[in-house]
């Protein structure tokens, strides 16, 4: 029974720390969020389908910069005109401690975390209406480390485009899902050193 007790307490001690373990200094991130996808039931109906690919380098402890590429094709009934959004561009992260003040972690094991962006982007439709300018967007998120490098990703975020094409300042409010991989930076020096044997 002893031994059981213990082994409990020495699990939940290292769920615990693995929130703090995964964002230190020279650990890197890597994930996708899926935008939207919602595909019409309906006789004619549309889709919408986008993905956002990322990847990050901790420069400090709880602070991440890298860069994204924002990838969707949607239509909106079977008979409208194909649009392709795109965006490419560098993102930062900073996650919350928790005892900061005003920070209160749902679970023990996850941290919050604020995340902007800075990029370029726009869309392209079929019937030649097309867009290109400054892409950009903010938010907060919440990830939960479902294993101790792997975190179920949450984040609601403001999303912009000031274009120079046949539309000005299009903005959205999204709500992303997606999964982050968190690698320590040896690990990562495992993996480079078996690929390139």
Known sequence: M???????VIAVASLLTT??????KG???????????????????GYNIGIQPKGAYFIEDNV?????????????TNGSPTRFDYAVGGL?????????????NLLNHGRWFLEGNVGIGGSSVENGNSTTGLDFG??????????PNIGLEGIVKYNGVAGFGSEGLTSTISFNVGF???IPTSKAREVANDVSK
Do not use: H
């Open 2 to 8: 002893k031994k059981l007790i213990l082994t409990g």
């Open 19 to 24: 929130a703090n373990a995964q964002i230190q």
């Open 27 to 45: 650990n890197w991130l890597v994930g996708s969020s899926l935008v939207t996808s919602n595909f019409g039931l309906n006789t004619g109906g």
């Open 64 to 76: 991440a910069i890298g860069g994204y590429v924002n990838l969707g094709i949607s239509k909106v």
């Open 92 to 104: 930062g992260r900073y996650y919350l401690s928790p005892g900061e003040k005003g920070v209160d």
């Open 138 to 147: 903010a938010g907060p998120g919440y990830s939960y480390f479902i294993t």
């Open 180 to 182: 982050s991989i968190y």
